[in-house]
């Protein structure tokens, strides 16, 4: 677990303000696309990192049906 450690309370809060996509980690800019996944929405960046989220999500579906 990493630690982000500073005096500077204007940077702490861009650090926790920042928005990232839930499946490539990349800054969300302009209107996020929202993805419902196991009950809680997440926002992702385009359509590409919602398909490999929902096809995640229905993967692990599966493998708990077995």
Known sequence: ????????RALKEK???ERTCA???C???GEPIKVTI???TVEVCCDECALKLN???ASVSAQGRR
């Open 27 to 29: 800054t969300l800019e």
């Open 1 to 8: 677990m990493a630690y982000w450690i500073t005096g500077s």
């Open 23 to 25: 499946a490539c980690d």
């Open 38 to 40: 196991g009950g809680k």
């Open 15 to 17: 650090i926790m303000m």
């Open 55 to 57: 096809e995640a999500a």
